[in-house]
Each structure stands twice: as structure tokens, then as C-alpha cells.
């Protein structure tokens, strides 16, 4: 397994159009992810609603886990995608 911690960036936070991008992404990768936020709630990167209902709002922690075949390589998309919802 492998996990990093990111600070959400967005004025908005992970609101709907990330939060539907997020989902794209994470449900063509086949490892297991979740994604923990500070606020202690575990949040399934593969669904919509636990995305939304995840509430990560601009400067909170997130750690995302991934455990799998390829997570190094998930990892660095789910990584590489968070840090492109800058604005």
C-alpha cells in the first residue's frame, strides 16, 4: 500500500466538475483506493456521492491510500489530477 498527503488547493474545494473528474479517473484504475480526510471520514474515490458528501474544501488534508498491482502508477494520476484543480 501507498499514501500521500495533499492540501486541496481549489477556492471551491472538491466540488462537482473535480469531484466527477476524480470519480473518471479512479474508476478506470483497478487498485483499491480511499481517500481520509482531516476530519475523519473515509471517503470512496470511485463514487460520486462519497466524493461530494466527502465535503474537502479548500485547505484541508486529504490522504489518499492506494493498495494494488499498479499503485505507485494510481498514485501518481490521482496525485498529478488533485494538483490540476488549482482554480
Known sequence: MVSQEFTVQNPTGIHAR???????LCSKLSDDISILTDTGKTVN??????????????????????????????????????????E
Do not use: D, R
Open 18 to 24: 473535480p469531484a466527477s473528474m476524480l470519480v473518471q
Open 45 to 86: 474515490p470511485k463514487n460520486i456521492l462519497s466524493v461530494l458528501m466527502g465535503g474537502m474544501s479548500k485547505g484541508m488534508k486529504i490522504t489518499v491510500k492506494v493498495e494494488g498491482e499498479n499503485e505507485e502508477e494510481s498514485l501518481k494520476k490521482i496525485m498529478e489530477l488533485l494538483e490540476s484543480f488549482k
